[in-house]
């Protein structure tokens, strides 16, 4: 397995933009596509992003194509979600998690595909 810790929450007007990163540990991480999920109050889990292995396959649910990027640094064992153009329903508790399947890739995620999750970071954007 993968441990995984996140950083980079934070409060933020809207329009404005927060980095968050998540650090791993463990011999696999450069094995696993790697993904972004977030979990408002009263909501289930949900996928916001995912990058492959190798970094150069990228995956967005359509509500942040365009203000979101997802990076990874293999080298560092990091992998970072830019969030720019933020808006009040992006407030949530984002989690960085690890495919429990490695080298695999698919463009339809569920948590469930996960086995390796950290402890969140809340991110909260006012209006």
């Known amino acids: 397995q993968v441990q995984l810790v996140e950083s980079g929450g934070g409060l933020v007007q809207a329009g404005g933009s927060l980095r968050l990163s998540c650090a791993a540990s463990?011999?696999?991480?450069?094995?696993?596509?790697m993904g972004w999920f977030r979990q408002a109050p009263g909501k289930e889990r949900e996928f916001v992003a995912a990058i492959k292995w190798g970094g150069g396959t990228l995956y967005y649910v359509d509500s942040v194509k365009g203000r979101f990027t997802i990076s990874r640094d293999n080298a560092q064992n990091t992998v970072y979600l830019q969030m720019n153009s933020l808006k009040p329903e992006d407030t949530a508790v984002y989690y960085c998690?690890?495919?429990?399947?490695?080298?695999?890739?698919?463009?339809?995620?569920?948590?469930?595909?996960?086995?390796?999750w950290g402890q969140g970071t809340q991110v909260t954007v006012s209006s």
């Open positions: 998690a690890a495919d429990r399947r490695p080298f695999y890739w698919s463009t339809n995620y569920y948590k469930t595909d996960f086995d390796s």
């Open positions: 463990g011999s696999t991480f450069n094995m696993r596509t």
